[in-house]
């Protein structure tokens, strides 16, 4: 054979051995696919996602799955063993009984007007139902932190601190100080953070706090990046309890001149409700930290004199159960709307189910108006909103694009009557891979309050017209279109 022949035949095996690998790796992907389709049960805009991320990146893009779309759903994540000597599934199963039965003593008729909201969250979350509670509304990040600050300041046995992001700056050590000088006075400090979110945090910053005695725990450090623990949590002395939006940093103050002032909300509670907020941190702690895990003691949830009448639950979620329970009570929120719903939110990717349920208020005549931001804090986040707020303009809702800095809050009223303050984003990520957590309130005084506040934050908005929406330049809307259908995985 000669030195042609040769390489001709070298040719030829080269294409057989890249034809075979081509070949291998299109089998393997449709046997991913098929995974992807028929085992892992996903929703289908989360399938679709996957499927082109595995069509354009073949391998890769399984690898990215396994790492990405964990199943947490039949994983036991938070246990508390002492959970039971506090009667928690006594309760519950006494209250569901009495509102089937039409027993159970509403001390509002707010409260009565949402048995089967109640009921929902009793059953499928655990989220019992309190009346007796007092709730202070924040809307500015000084004036909520000023608050805990000196809440914290007068606390006499122990300060549980829960934030999704906790910064290195002024309002970081400004909130540590405080911590560790109540360690020092031999009050129980604990602080539990996210490792993703508060990942640019240095090695020593805790230091002085665990010398003092304050103990320290980090959710999933270094393992399941996709999956985070969001939730925004404090409690002082278990009569004190802090929900809402606001992270720590001072971005969170308006000093970030990205973003401006920082629009947010957060509730400061008193009352048995803050019972349930304690033993949300709880399960959250132990779950974090085995070197330290609580052991029931009665401090923890003292008598709580009665603060107020206002109805409340807290609701958690996350990918460790079977329900989306917040985006549930959303969309029942929104169906149960005579009147009118109102919504901010910083990001608005809602499932099917959530999108259908406002686009239905808004046709049935109900004044749906939702407010977004007027700047990115994730671009494609940001895209992926302009997409969908698309389909509320036709409907008839009303659109609001914040632009006096940046809003956070993840707020919902309906009919001055129910509302919600939380941590949960009117956003797939957070109904199907954060670990978040919502107050309900049946209230008239508090839902009345939020309305009053999304009605003077128009003053400070731009409606969106439909008409300046179909305006937009083919590229945006392409950039959009294309966010809109990654974002089920982002």
């Given at each position: 054979?000669?030195?042609?022949?040769?390489?001709?035949?070298?040719?030829?095996?080269?294409?057989?051995?890249?034809?075979?690998?081509?070949?291998?790796?299109?089998?393997?992907?449709?046997?991913?696919?098929?995974?992807?389709?028929?085992?892992?049960?996903?929703?289908?805009?989360?399938?679709?996602?996957?499927?082109?991320?595995?069509?354009?990146?073949?391998?890769?893009g399984?690898?990215?799955?396994?790492?990405?779309n964990?199943?947490?759903?039949?994983?036991?994540?938070?246990?508390?063993?002492?959970?039971?000597?506090?009667?928690?599934?006594?309760?519950?199963?006494?209250?569901?009984?009495?509102?089937?039965?039409?027993?159970?003593?509403?001390?509002?008729e707010?409260?009565?007007?949402?048995?089967?909201?109640?009921?929902?969250?009793?059953?499928?979350?655990?989220?019992?139902?309190?009346?007796?509670n007092?709730?202070?509304i924040?809307?500015?990040?000084?004036?909520?932190?000023?608050?805990?600050?000196?809440?914290?300041?007068?606390?006499?046995?122990?300060?549980?601190?829960?934030y999704?992001?906790?910064?290195?700056?002024?309002?970081?050590?400004?909130?540590?100080?405080?911590?560790?000088?109540?360690?020092?006075?031999?009050?129980?400090?604990?602080?539990?953070?996210?490792?993703?979110?508060?990942?640019?945090?240095?090695a020593?910053?805790?230091?002085?706090?665990?010398?003092?005695?304050?103990?320290?725990?980090?959710?999933?450090?270094?393992?399941?990046?996709?999956?985070?623990?969001?939730?925004?949590?404090?409690?002082?002395?278990?009569?004190?309890?802090?929900?809402?939006?606001?992270?720590?940093?001072?971005?969170?103050?308006?000093?970030?001149?990205?973003?401006?002032?920082?629009?947010?909300?957060?509730?400061?509670?008193?009352?048995?409700?803050?019972?349930?907020?304690?033993?949300?941190?709880?399960?959250?702690?132990?779950?974090?930290?085995k070197?330290?895990?609580?052991?029931?003691?009665?401090?923890?949830?003292?008598?709580?004199?009665?603060?107020?009448?206002?109805?409340?639950?807290?609701?958690?979620?996350?990918?460790?159960?079977?329900?989306?329970?917040?985006?549930?009570?959303?969309?029942?929120?929104?169906?149960?709307?005579?009147?009118?719903?109102?919504?901010?939110?910083?990001?608005?990717?809602?499932?099917?189910a959530l999108?259908?349920?406002?686009?239905?208020?808004?046709?049935?005549?109900?004044?749906?108006?939702?407010?977004?931001p007027?700047?990115?804090?994730?671009?494609?986040?940001?895209?992926?909103?302009?997409?969908?707020?698309?389909?509320?303009?036709?409907?008839?809702?009303?659109?609001?694009?914040?632009?006096?800095?940046?809003?956070?809050?993840?707020?919902?009223?309906?009919?001055?009557?129910?509302?919600?303050?939380?941590?949960?984003?009117?956003?797939?990520?957070?109904?199907?891979?954060?670990?978040?957590?919502?107050?309900?309130?049946?209230?008239?005084?508090?839902?009345?309050?939020?309305?009053?506040?999304?009605?003077?934050?128009?003053?400070?908005?731009?409606?969106?017209?439909?008409?300046e929406?179909?305006?937009?330049?083919?590229?945006?809307?392409?950039?959009?279109?294309?966010?809109?259908?990654?974002?089920?995985?982002?």
């Open positions: 054979m000669n030195l042609s022949s040769q390489l001709i035949a070298i040719e030829e095996a080269e294409v057989d051995i890249t034809s075979f690998i081509i070949s291998g790796i299109f089998i393997v992907n449709i046997i991913f696919a098929i995974v992807v389709i028929f085992f892992e049960r996903q929703n289908p805009n989360s399938t679709w996602a996957w499927l082109m991320v595995l069509m354009f990146l073949p391998v890769i399984f690898i990215l799955y396994l790492i990405f964990q199943n947490f759903s039949r994983k036991h994540l938070f246990y508390w063993p002492d959970e039971e000597k506090m009667g928690i599934t006594n309760r519950i199963t006494e209250q569901t009984e009495a509102i089937k039965n039409g027993s159970f003593p509403f001390k509002n707010d409260s009565a007007a949402y048995k089967d909201n109640i009921y929902m969250h009793l059953v499928n979350s655990g989220a019992i139902l309190t009346q007796d007092a709730v202070t924040y809307t500015d990040g000084r004036e909520k932190f000023n608050a805990l600050l000196a809440d914290i300041k007068h606390a006499t046995d122990h300060i549980h601190i829960q999704y992001i906790i910064h290195e700056d002024g309002l970081g050590k400004e909130l540590l100080s405080a911590l560790t000088e109540k360690a020092r006075q031999g009050i129980d400090v604990r602080i539990l953070y996210d490792y993703m979110g508060s990942r640019g945090l240095s020593n910053f805790f230091s002085d706090l665990k010398q003092a005695g304050g103990l320290v725990a980090v959710f999933f450090p270094h393992l399941h990046l996709n999956y985070r623990n969001h939730r925004k949590l404090a409690i002082i002395d278990g009569g004190i309890g802090y929900i809402g939006g606001f992270n720590v940093g001072d971005e969170y103050l308006g000093l970030n001149d990205k973003f401006g002032y920082w629009r947010d909300t957060h509730l400061r509670t008193q009352g048995q409700v803050v019972h349930a907020l304690q033993t949300r941190f709880i399960l959250d702690w132990n779950q974090a930290s070197r330290h895990p609580f052991i029931y003691q009665e401090r923890y949830f003292p008598d709580t004199p009665e603060a107020g009448n206002v109805g409340a639950q807290i609701v958690a979620s996350g990918p460790d159960t079977e329900w989306q329970q917040i985006r549930n009570g959303y969309v029942k929120m929104i169906l149960s709307a005579k009147e009118y719903v109102y919504l901010q939110t910083p990001y608005f990717i809602p499932s099917e999108l259908n349920a406002v686009e239905i208020a808004s046709l049935s005549g109900i004044d749906v108006r939702i407010m977004i007027d700047k990115p804090d994730h671009m494609f986040v940001y895209w992926a909103t302009m997409s969908n707020v698309g389909d509320l303009l036709k409907a008839g809702a009303r659109v609001y694009v914040y632009e006096n800095g940046f809003i956070h809050a993840k707020t919902l009223v309906a009919d001055d009557t129910m509302s919600s303050v939380g941590t949960a984003n009117f956003d797939i990520r957070s109904f199907r891979l954060n670990f978040e957590v919502n107050a309900f309130l049946y209230d008239q005084a508090a839902s009345t309050e939020l309305r009053r506040v999304f009605e003077q934050d128009i003053h400070l908005a731009k409606e969106l017209t439909l008409e929406y179909h305006k937009r330049p083919m590229m945006v809307k392409l950039k959009e279109s294309v966010s809109r259908l990654l974002s089920p995985i982002l």
